[in-house]
């Protein structure tokens, strides 16, 4: 049964001309699965930047801000991330203030939203949690962040929230497999550190409480304008399509 949906599946599939795909991650498991590699191209996501409010100040307290953005999903690794705040000692502690945005633990069963809130790093003092928040507030929530941290235990493809970062010029902390991985370069867009390895975030966390984000080498990325997106897709309708 399974093989034969695969057989009708791309079957249908010959009859298009291009994918796209946002990550060459995603592109290299759907060629693995079977489309022809020269049909697919890798063109990110169009993104709207987020904007800083006019009245955003430089942060000097010395204080390393993480942030956590994103819904409190079983995959998102919000548990995990709770287990790696747990590892560290009181001094880093001290040096850390972890703001933990979104919401939406309890869609998943009241066990996995007990493990949240219930969590015994919860109640420390450096863990705070802000509640959901909307889109427009996504360039104001970044203007009080030093770090983004993205502890997803999937794959992930192209995670909109680590563009943003990106866009705002905030280093992201995340997990080094699939999208993420390719999307935040080790050392100059941000760091990794083992996928579901709650030691491992703890380790990565000591050392940003310790030497700070001052260590990243080069340039960040900036991720495409939402215009130049437009422009690399119509390029693409243009070349398949044999319009001049």
């Known amino acids: 049964m399974v093989a034969a949906r695969t057989h009708y599946i791309r079957s249908a599939l010959n009859a298009v001309d291009a994918f796209i795909s946002p990550s060459a991650f995603l592109a290299e498991r759907y060629v693995d699965w079977g489309l022809p590699s020269e049909r697919v191209h890798v063109i990110s996501n169009a993104l709207t930047a987020p904007q800083a409010p006019d009245s955003a100040?430089?942060?000097?307290?010395?204080?390393?801000?993480?942030?956590?953005?994103?819904?409190?999903?079983?995959?998102?690794?919000?548990?995990?991330?709770?287990?790696?705040?747990?590892?560290?000692?009181?001094?880093?502690?001290?040096?850390?203030?972890?703001?933990?945005?979104?919401?939406?633990?309890?869609?998943?069963?009241?066990?996995?939203?007990?493990?949240?809130?219930?969590?015994?790093?919860?109640?420390?003092?450096?863990?705070?949690?802000?509640?959901?928040?909307?889109?427009?507030?996504?360039?104001?929530?970044?203007?009080?962040?030093?770090?983004?941290?993205?502890?997803?235990?999937?794959?992930?493809?192209?995670?909109?929230?680590?563009?943003?970062?990106?866009?705002?010029?905030?280093?992201?902390?995340?997990?080094?497999?699939?999208?993420?991985?390719?999307?935040?370069?080790?050392?100059?867009d941000g760091w990794h550190f083992r996928a579901g390895d709650a030691a491992s975030l703890a380790s990565a966390l000591r050392r940003l409480a310790n030497d700070g984000t001052g260590t990243l080498t080069g340039h960040m990325r900036t991720p495409p304008s939402a215009a130049d997106v437009a422009a690399t897709h119509v390029e693409l309708f243009r070349a398949v399509s044999g319009s001049a």
Not at 83 to 95: I, K, N, R, W, Y
Not at 117 to 126: D, E, F, K, L, Q
Not at 151 to 176: F, H, K, Q
Request: glycine share 12%; aromatic share 6%; with cysteine.
């Open 57 to 188: 100040n430089e942060h000097h307290s010395g204080v390393l801000r993480v942030s956590f953005l994103g819904q409190h999903t079983p995959f998102k690794g919000l548990g995990l991330l709770l287990d790696a705040v747990s590892l560290l000692d009181a001094d880093t502690l001290e040096g850390i203030h972890l703001n933990i945005f979104g919401s939406g633990a309890d869609r998943f069963g009241p066990e996995f939203a007990k493990s949240i809130t219930g969590h015994p790093a919860s109640s420390g003092s450096s863990v705070r949690f802000r509640g959901s928040y909307t889109n427009d507030r996504v360039g104001t929530l970044l203007t009080e962040t030093d770090v983004l941290v993205v502890p997803s235990t999937w794959y992930e493809n192209s995670p909109v929230v680590i563009e943003e970062a990106l866009a705002m010029g905030v280093p992201v902390l995340c997990s080094d497999i699939g999208g993420m991985r390719e999307k935040v370069r080790e050392g100059v």
